[in-house]
C-alpha cells in the first residue's frame, strides 16, 4: 500500500472546473470523505502582520501548519502561506496532504510528526488533475537528538512536565491542547518531545496542528499558534483547552501525574531504546498511559534511573497484578528495586513476599538478612536511611534477632534505646520481662537525672510514651525510677511530674504513694485547665479538712489574678461543699472575685446569680464583711429598681449610693437605674430634680440620652407621654455639671422648636410652678410661631359673621 497525495489551494486549474479555491489534484480512487476530511483540516489563515508577504523571504516567516490525524484514513497534510492566487488576491495558501488507511504499516514506523519539513511536501499547482500515489515517504530533519538539543536551550524546558500533563489528560478526556511558541518550528519540536516520550502507541494516538490562526476552534490534541494570535477562552471553553505560553512561560494549575514526571527524567535519545524495553514487559492490550507507569517505572529502574515512591509503587502493583510473568523477570525486576535507595520498609517487606512467591527463596532470605542485620543500627541510631521494622515471623531467626537486639539495648541510653524498643515492638520481638523492667528503670534515671533544672526528656515524649503502653515491665521500671527520684528530692515532686510527657504517669502507679495525689492533679490540671473546677473538689475532698487555702488556688488557677469571672465563680462554687472554711488568702481570692466591675450585661447577670448564691447561708459567711454587705446591697437594690412604682422612689435610691470598692453594684446601679427612671412618672419635679443631680456623669450621660432620644420623637403622631413631659421638668430643677447642663438646654430647646403646640403647651404648663424661667421661655417659643390653620380659620370667622350681618352679600370665595 501506499500513501494517496491531495493538492488543495486557490487555482484556475482543478476538479471544480472554475478558478477558486479547490482540489487542484488528487490521487486515483481517493474517497469523498478523505477529501471532505482533508478540506476541513487544511483552512489557513496567516498572522495579520504576515497577510501581504509576497517574496519568498517574507513567505518563509510565515508559520507552517503541519496537521496530523490519525484513524482510518489517518491524514497527515502541510500547509503553507503562498500570499496571492491567479487573480492577485491575497489570503491564499497550500495544501498538500497525504492519506492512507493504515498509517503505522504504510510508514514504517514513522510518527506523524516527523514528517516536518519532509522533502515529500509540495506547495506548487500540479498542471494535472491526477497525482500519483506515494510508496516511499521519508521523514523530516526532526530527531530524538535534535529534539533533545532544543530542549536542553530552551529557556522554559522545565514546562516540559505540566505539558505531559495537559497532553495525558487530552488523550483521557478529549480536550485540546494549546500551545503559543514564537514559531510554528519551535512548535513542532515540542510536539516531537511529546511524541517521544509518551508510550508509543499514545502517540500514535496523538492528532495535532503546528500552526492555527484560531487555536481554541480546534478539536485536535494538540494545537499550537504564535503570540499574535490572540486567543480568548471563554467561560463555556474552560474545562475544553489546557493553554501553555511557552514563550511567557505560563502553565495551567495541573497536577503533573507521575508517570509524567518519571518520562521527564528520559534522556530524549535513549527513548527509543527505553519503549522497546519496555515492551517486553507488556501485554499489548494495555488500556490507557497509566497503565504503562509499572512497566516503564521498571524499566527505569534497570538503567539507573533513581524511581520516586509513586514510581516504586507503579512497579509494584504492576507485579501484583501479573501474575503470567516469567520468574527471571519478576527477579530481574525485584533487584533492580532493591538496588534503589531508600526503600520504604513496607516495600521491602513487599519484596520478600514477592521474592517467595515467585519461587526465589535465596533472595527473600538476603532482604530479611540485611534487613535485620544492617536496618537495626540504622534505626537505633535514628539515621534518615533507618526503615520501618520488618516483622521476623520464622522461630529461629527471631530468636537470633532477640539476642543480637538485646546486647544493644543494655548499653543504649535515651532516645536510642527507645527506638530499639520501637524496633522490637515492630520485628515482633519479646525481650525478656526481667530486662525490660531493669533497664526501664535504667533509662528513666538518666533521664530524669536533671530533670528540676533541665527538662531531659524533651523530643521523647511520643517513644517514651509508645514505650511504657507496649512494655508493661518496661512501665513498671519507669513508674519505680520516678517515685524513687522523689524520694531523693523531697518536694520537688511536681517539678518531676512536669519533665513526664502526659499521661504516662497515672493514678494507678501513686496507689500506694496518696500523699503525691495532690501534686500529681496540679500537674494534670497544668496540662488541662478545664479540670481545675473538677480538680479542686477532688482536692478538697481527698484533704477531708473542709479548708481552701490562697496556695492551692495560686496552684490550680495560676495567672488570674487571684480571682475568678463571676461567672468561674458561679459554675465552681455551686459545685463545692457550703460548709468549707476559706482561709485569709482563700478568702480574699472570694472577694476579689465579687467585688470585681460587671463592666456588660453578660457580666452582671453572672454577678447577680453568684450574689444569689453567696447571699444564702451558710455560704453566705465564706466572704469577708465588705463582700458580704457589697453582696446585701447589690440584691437589694435590684429588689428595688424592679419594685419602684414612681420615678420618686427611684431618685431616693441615690440617698444610699454603693461604696466605692463595690464595682458590680455600681454597675448595676448604672445599667439599669436610667431606664427605670424613664420608664416610670416624676410625681414631684421640684423634690425629684435636685436627686437626680445625684448622679454619677455615666449614669447622667445615659440617663440623658434617653430622654434626649424620647424627645426626638415626640411629633404630631407621636404626642409626648406624661412621663417624659414630667422627667423633663425635673430634670430642669437638677443641678448639673457644665457638660449635662448643655445637653438638658439641648434637649429642652429641641421640644421649643419642634415640639407641636399642644405638647410644647403642656410642658410649659407643667414647668410653671417647678422653673418659671423655662416655662417662660417656653411660652415665648410658642408665640412665635406662625398661627396653625385653624388658629387662622377661627380669627377669620367672626369678622366673617360681622360682614354678613352688615351686609347679605356673601364673601368674595377669593379673598
Not at 560 to 579: F, K
Not at 734 to 759: C, M, Q, S
Not at 788 to 803: A, F, G, V
Amino acid at each position: 500500500m501506499a500513501f494517496q497525495q491531495l493538492y488543495y489551494t486557490s487555482c484556475e486549474h482543478g476538479l471544480s472546473g472554475f478558478s477558486g479555491y479547490q482540489f487542484n489534484a488528487v490521487s486515483p480512487d481517493t474517497p469523498a470523505e478523505t477529501r471532505h476530511l482533508v478540506e476541513s483540516l487544511t483552512a489557513y489563515e496567516p498572522p495579520r502582520s504576515l497577510l501581504n508577504s509576497q517574496t519568498p523571504q517574507e513567505l518563509a516567516r510565515c508559520p507552517v501548519n503541519l496537521v496530523h490525524v490519525p484513524g482510518s484514513p489517518c491524514v497527515s497534510a502541510q500547509v503553507r502561506y503562498v500570499g496571492r492566487d491567479s487573480a492577485r488576491r491575497v489570503g491564499n495558501y497550500f495544501a498538500h496532504a497525504l492519506s492512507t488507511p493504515d498509517f503505522d504499516r504504510d510508514g514504517d514506523g514513522l510518527l506523524g510528526i516527523e514528517l516536518w519539513d519532509s522533502e515529500v511536501w509540495r506547495s506548487t499547482p500540479s498542471p494535472s488533475t491526477v497525482l500519483p500515489e506515494l510508496a516511499d515517504v521519508r521523514p523530516g530533519p526532526l530527531s530524538r537528538a535534535a529534539v533533545g538539543r532544543f530542549l536542553h536551550g530552551h529557556p522554559h524546558r522545565d514546562l516540559l512536565g505540566p505539558l505531559l500533563a495537559a497532553t495525558l489528560d487530552a488523550l483521557a478526556h478529549r480536550r485540546t491542547v494549546l500551545l503559543v511558541e514564537q514559531d510554528s518550528t519551535r512548535v513542532a519540536h515540542w510536539i516531537a518531545a511529546l511524541c517521544y516520550l509518551l508510550p508509543p502507541p499514545a502517540a500514535r494516538r496523538l492528532s495535532f496542528a503546528t500552526y492555527l490562526h484560531r487555536p481554541d476552534r480546534g478539536r485536535l490534541h494538540l494545537v499550537g499558534t504564535v503570540p499574535e494570535i490572540r486567543i480568548d477562552l471563554g467561560p463555556e471553553h474552560q474545562d475544553a483547552f489546557h493553554l501553555l505560553d511557552l514563550v511567557q512561560g505560563r502553565a495551567p494549575e495541573l497536577t503533573v501525574p507521575p508517570l509524567a514526571r518519571l518520562l521527564t527524567r528520559i534522556d530524549l535519545p535513549a527513548t527509543r531504546i527505553f519503549w522497546a524495553r519496555a515492551a517486553e514487559h507488556l501485554r499489548g492490550d494495555e488500556p490507557d498511559p497509566d497503565a504503562w507507569h509499572g512497566p516503564a517505572a521498571a524499566t527505569a529502574a534497570a538503567a539507573g534511573t533513581p524511581l520516586t515512591e509513586p514510581d516504586i509503587a507503579a512497579v509494584i502493583g504492576w507485579l501484583r497484578h501479573s501474575d503470567d510473568l516469567p520468574a527471571p523477570v519478576v527477579g530481574a525486576v525485584l533487584h533492580d528495586l532493591h538496588r534503589q535507595q531508600r526503600l520504604r520498609r513496607d516495600r521491602l517487606t513487599e519484596l520478600i513476599g514477592m521474592s517467595k512467591a515467585a519461587g526465589l527463596p535465596e533472595f527473600a532470605q538476603q532482604l530479611t538478612g540485611e534487613v535485620v542485620e544492617h536496618d537495626l543500627l540504622l534505626f537505633r541510631d535514628g539515621s534518615p536511611q533507618a526503615l520501618d521494622p520488618v516483622r521476623i515471623d520464622d522461630p529461629e531467626q527471631r530468636l537470633r534477632c532477640t539476642s543480637l537486639w538485646l546486647n544493644h539495648f543494655q548499653e543504649a541510653h535515651g532516645a536510642a534505646a527507645l527506638r530499639l524498643l520501637a524496633w522490637a515492638d515492630g520485628a515482633g520481638l519479646e525481650p525478656p520481662e526481667h530486662e525490660l523492667a531493669r533497664h526501664g528503670a535504667r533509662i528513666t534515671e538518666r533521664l530524669l537525672a536533671t530533670a528540676v533544672t533541665a527538662a531531659a526528656p524533651v523530643g521523647l515524649e511520643q517513644p517514651l510514651t509508645a514505650a511504657a503502653r507496649r512494655w508493661p515491665a518496661f512501665r513498671q521500671g519507669l513508674a519505680g525510677a520516678v517515685l524513687g527520684l522523689e524520694q531523693g528530692r523531697p518536694g520537688q515532686f511536681r517539678e518531676v511530674l512536669r519533665t513526664l510527657p502526659p499521661g504516662l504517669l497515672t493514678e494507678d502507679d501513686l496507689a500506694e504513694r496518696p500523699d503525691l495525689l495532690e501534686d500529681f492533679l496540679v500537674v494534670e490540671v497544668e496540662r488541662h485547665r478545664a479540670r481545675a473546677g473538677a480538680t479542686l473538689v477532688r482536692i478538697l475532698a481527698a484533704r477531708g479538712s473542709g479548708e481552701v487555702d490562697l496556695t492551692l488556688l495560686q496552684s490550680l488557677w495560676p495567672g488570674h489574678g487571684n480571682r475568678w469571672s463571676h461567672a468561674e465563680a458561679h459554675t465552681l462554687l455551686r459545685r463545692l461543699p457550703p460548709d468549707l472554711h476559706w482561709t485569709g488568702g482563700a478568702g480574699q481570692w472570694l472577694a476579689a472575685t465579687v467585688l470585681q466591675d460587671a463592666p456588660g450585661p453578660l457580666e452582671l447577670a453572672a454577678f447577680l446569680q453568684l450574689a444569689e448564691l453567696l447571699s444564702r447561708p451558710p455560704r453566705a459567711d465564706w466572704l469577708p464583711a465588705d463582700a458580704q454587705a457589697c453582696v446585701g446591697y447589690a440584691l437589694k437594690l435590684r429588689t428595688a429598681i424592679e419594685q419602684a412604682r414612681t420615678a420618686d422612689q427611684l431618685a431616693e435610691l441615690l440617698d444610699d449610693r454603693p461604696a466605692d470598692g463595690w464595682l458590680p453594684a455600681q454597675a448595676l446601679l448604672r445599667r439599669h437605674l436610667p431606664r427605670a427612671l424613664t420608664d416610670r412618672m416624676v410625681h414631684q419635679p421640684a423634690v425629684t430634680g435636685p436627686l437626680l443631680g445625684r448622679l454619677d456623669g455615666p449614669t447622667t450621660a445615659d440617663y440623658l440620652a434617653r430622654l434626649d432620644e424620647q424627645t426626638r420623637r415626640v411629633s404630631r403622631t407621636a404626642p409626648a407621654g406624661e412621663p417624659l413631659i414630667s422627667h423633663l421638668t425635673a430634670v430642669a430643677r437638677a443641678k448639673l455639671a457644665e457638660r449635662p447642663r448643655a445637653r438638658v438646654v439641648a434637649i429642652l430647646t429641641h421640644a421649643g422648636n419642634r415640639w407641636p403646640p399642644a405638647d410644647l403647651a403642656r410642658l410649659a404648663e407643667a414647668m410653671r410652678p417647678v422653673h418659671r424661667g423655662w416655662a417662660d421661655a417656653l411660652d415665648r417659643a410658642l408665640a412665635k410661631r406662625p398661627p396653625t390653620l385653624t388658629q387662622r380659620l377661627t380669627r377669620w370667622l367672626p369678622d366673617r359673621r360681622t360682614r354678613a350681618d352688615r351686609s347679605p352679600t356673601p364673601p368674595n370665595p377669593q379673598e
